[in-house]
């Protein structure tokens, strides 16, 4: 009899993205448009964090909006209902109540050493919150209800990630192996995509400046205006420079979306002005973002399928949480229904 060979199970990796703003095109390059191919490699489940959201005060109908785009858009990407969990973080209660079990094993110190609170505390002093200072808790369980095994992050984002291992670990040494202690994912480097209009600041939702940041739903009218009028430099020379971080930037957005190298770049655009530069650049991402655009507005015209697909979202990610809040609730010594 021929002998069966046992398929290795993909490890789980779990992202998470809030819906306080269309992402941007650094957030596009340097993490989403990747996040397609996790799909092939993991066993994948993504989520739209709108409880996380509500630490700073929302508008609820723009929340509302936000929320059903964001969804939109991580569908037009390329993200497949039938090969990742896709849902919405709201719509799974298990992530609240694991959320209030680990505050109970996580310490008032730690909690006050994220870099996240004292900043958010500073932003928004009228609002110090109690969800603001317990949101690693939150976030501790997004991760171990799904028992991931991977969680991708970027450098600003390893403190989330060190207190939920933290967390994991001091629960399962007093009660057996309850969570997997996920383990940080370095993806393949993206783009560090920086303000058009600051190039010595990354590309950000928050900049103040309207000029700076590009939307991945932004027309192309006017994604060709704000590339035209990126900040640069007296000099009129299209290369790779220390001091030269506007057209540096520009540089790694061309690249990053037609995949030419710098030295290819510098040769194709010899003798040639800023101008013409800002507009092939301004023209390749209009280029790159055309599909995605298109699927986008596809699926916010067919709000019964955006609705059917997070309905399903939900059910799994309820299957499979569930499972995990149960053993940590026997575990801790609470009745079964």
Known sequence: MAEEIKKERKKRSLSLIQ????PTLGNYLGAMKGWPDFQNDF???FGIADLHSITVRQDPQKLRQQTTQLYALLLAIGLDPDKSILFVQSHVPQHSQLGWLLNCYTMFGELSRMTQFKDKSKQHADNVNAGLFTYPCLMAADILLYQADVVPVGADQKQHLEIARDIAERF?????????????????????????ADPSRKMSKSDPNPKGTVYITDEPS????????????????????EGKDGINNLMTIYSAVTGDSFETIE??????????????VGEAVIAELEPVQKKYNEYMQDKAYLQEQWTKGAELAQRVSQRTLDKAMKKIGFLAK
Do not use: E, Q, W
């Open 19 to 22: 819906p306080t703003s269309i």
């Open 43 to 45: 066993d994948t489940v």
């Open 172 to 196: 399962n040494g007093i009660y057996g192996n309850v969570f997997t202690v996920p383990d940080a994912y370095i993806p393949k480097a993206g783009a560090r995509v920086m303000s058009l």
């Open 222 to 241: 006017v994604i060709m205006k704000k590339f035209k009028s990126a900040v640069t430099d007296s000099d009129t020379c299209v290369r790779y420079a």
């Open 267 to 280: 040769a194709d655009f010899s003798g040639k002005g800023y101008g013409d530069f800002k507009k092939a």
